[in-house]
């Protein structure tokens, strides 16, 4: 067998309190031992296992790898709202009349990352 993915690690400057954030934005759950303060955090969740590590340097420039995020019972839109009130940043917007296209969204350390449409909203647009 080859080798798999086991987290995706993001550096921050504080682990817990990203790590809340995504938790929340991908309804998964904190590390039981992760606490304010730890260098580092863990969120799991269905679709990915999130690592957090604390450094002291602070986020310089564009990501080159972010995170695609569909939701699953919402629709894109409503899931943009939402991630908004968890403290997330429009950075971009990409919607467009017809339906398609995606927004840009920051998380509150500035981590750039892309909310599409949800499947549901894909298939109807086949179907229409």
Known sequence: MTSLVRHVTIDCAD????????A?????ELGADDFPGDPEAVVESAGVSLLFIQVPEGKSGKN???LDL???DRTRDEEI?????????LLD????ADGTGWATLADPEGN???VERSAAERAS????
Do not use: K, Y
């Open 112 to 114: 750039e990352f892309c």
């Open 93 to 96: 917007d990409r919607r467009n």
């Open 70 to 72: 569909q939701p699953q």
């Open 24 to 28: 929340m934005a991908l309804d998964g």
């Open 125 to 128: 647009a086949t179907t229409s």
């Open 81 to 89: 709202e939402r991630l908004l009130t968890f403290g997330a940043t």
């Open 64 to 66: 080159r790898v972010h």
């Open 15 to 22: 682990a817990h309190g990203l790590a809340s954030f995504w």
